[in-house]
């Protein structure tokens, strides 16, 4: 169990990093390091960080590198993270990978392979438009493609699914612009140091997962047999 290589899936808003990430981390029996739950979680419980969060995420735009670095190499610390991690939404500046990769150096971990999620806008935004949270345990649906049993309740623990208030049409637009012009140059980041693999994200969702466990048997990420 555990990986060899951090994995980071990188993509804009709605390409089904979260729910891949999810598998992933089930799969490996790593953490999944998601820093936009980190950050729902700290304004859940009214923190400093997650009153200063808050506003800028319900605008749509990104958090500053060194609250969001912070959250992470706290995390990183804990001893569950020695097994390896899935990195879910982090890192999504030039600057937040740069550090990533010194964090990772200074603690033995293996150099992390990122894999970018490639969809279009249109299924973006009709994903983002979909989707519903559970209020307990985070899984998400698609009204559109992958709707629950029951309207409304989640099919593992009965929890109420809410709509993230940032999935409104007027804040996608900004976190879609957001993406462009601060995380989409971390592909061209990875690739030059040939750590990047690409993804179908407009696949269905078994079919990308088993695109994404063959990456990281072929990548050397993944033990061999897993
Ligand atoms: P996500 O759940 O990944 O879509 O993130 C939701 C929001 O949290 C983003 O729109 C940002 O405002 C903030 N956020 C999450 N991760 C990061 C990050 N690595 N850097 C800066 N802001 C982030």
């Known amino acids: 169990m555990g990986l060899r290589r951090p994995l980071i899936l990188l993509g804009p808003p709605g390409a089904g990093k979260g729910t891949q990430a999810k598998r992933l981390a089930k799969r490996y029996a790593v953490p999944h390091l998601s820093t936009g739950d980190m950050l729902r979680d700290a304004i859940a419980h009214g923190t400093d960080l997650g009153k200063k969060a808050q506003p800028i995420m319900e605008r749509g735009e990104l958090v500053p590198d060194a609250l969001v670095l912070a959250l992470v190499e706290e995390r990183l610390g804990r001893p569950d993270a020695a097994k390896g991690f899935i990195f879910d939404g982090f890192p999504r500046t030039i600057a937040q990978a740069e550090s990533l990769s010194r964090i990772l150096g200074s603690r033995?971990?293996?150099k992390p392979l990122a894999i970018e999620f490639r969809v279009d806008q249109e299924r973006l935004l009709r994903r983002l438009a979909g989707r519903w949270t559970c209020s307990i345990g985070g899984e998400t649906y698609n009204i559109y493609e992958r709707p629950p049993k029951t309207p409304g309740v989640c099919d593992l623990d009965g929890g109420k699914l809410i709509q993230r208030p940032d999935d409104r049409p007027e804040v996608v637009r900004e976190r879609l612009a957001a993406y462009e012009?601060?995380?989409?140059?971390?592909?061209?980041?990875?690739?030059?140091?040939?750590?990047?693999?690409?993804?179908?994200?407009?696949?269905?969702?078994d079919e990308v997962q088993r695109v994404l466990l063959e990456i990281a048997k072929r990548t050397g990420a993944s033990d061999g047999h897993l």
Do not use: H
Not at 191 to 200: G, M, N, P, Q, Y
């Open 108 to 110: 033995g971990f293996g």
């Open 181 to 205: 012009r601060q995380t989409a140059p971390l592909v061209d980041y990875y690739k030059r140091s040939d750590a990047l693999e690409t993804v179908d994200g407009m696949a269905p969702v």
